[in-house]
């Protein structure tokens, strides 16, 4: 009785660490500010740990190709799962918002993409389009207006759209960045028709057989998530 009662003891203190061990989440950078309240409002509900990897979603997708040990990928666009091995779930959760933001020493008001061929405006901070969907989007409203030759050779490219937003705020005079970033640096920005771009949507994948992870992949979905996610820019798909 006595060695049952130890063998149970010890399949408890197992299954406790095991409950311990953090979720990891490689995500679109973009997600940085809402994933961070979001992974803090989980652990806080559920007691399970959430370890946050923001990057470019397509830097993202090649440590992934290349091994990397991610639980839930969330890029910001579903096209980089294509490349990647089936995962067991997968279903979008949210939608991004690019715009065009100038900083608030070329006194600017930008009614539209055509505001980057102006003389002030000296340096345009991107994120690489073949890293960061959000980068792409912005090549697509560019062409779409007639600019993006002119433009190139403003351009400083950034590994994601976060990156793009921190250049915007020091190194560059204008910025292709997301919409929450935008207003957190509170100066003056344009925001391109949806149908202009290809949308960005964020679609979260499950990768591991793993109860944890299944957990947060549902979390992603309930009201107080989409909620919270709504608040910092980022609408239902």
């Known amino acids: 009785m006595a060695a049952v009662r130890k063998l149970l003891l010890l399949v408890g203190l197992l299954s406790a660490a095991w409950a311990r061990e953090p979720v990891t989440v490689a995500a679109a950078s973009s997600l940085n500010a809402p994933l961070r309240a979001l992974a803090a409002r989980f652990q806080e509900e559920r007691g399970i740990p959430v370890r946050l990897v923001f990057a470019a979603s397509g830097k993202l997708a090649l440590q992934l190709r290349k091994g990397a040990p991610y639980d839930l990928y969330l890029p910001a666009d579903p096209a980089y799962l294509e490349a990647l091995p089936r995962p067991l779930k997968a279903r979008p959760f949210a939608r991004g918002t690019l715009v065009l933001y100038l900083h608030p020493r070329t006194r600017l008001a930008p009614q539209g993409p055509e505001v980057l061929l102006r003389p002030e405006i000296r340096r ?29 050779e403003k351009l400083i490219y950034a590994e994601s759209v976060a990156q793009a937003a921190g250049y915007a705020a020091f190194a560059a005079d204008a910025g292709w960045i997301d919409l929450q970033s935008a207003q957190r640096l509170a100066g003056p920005y344009w925001r391109p028709a949806p149908e202009s771009h290809s949308p960005l949507v964020y679609v979260a994948a499950l990768l591991v057989p793993r109860r944890e992870a299944e957990a947060f992949f549902d979390y992603l979905q309930t009201r107080r998530a989409q909620s919270l996610l709504a608040r910092y820019g980022y609408p239902p798909p």
């Open 124 to 152: 345009v901070a991107l994120a690489h389009p073949e890293l960061a969907p959000y980068g792409r989007a912005a090549v697509q409203v560019m062409r779409r207006f007639g600019v993006w030759q002119a433009v190139q």
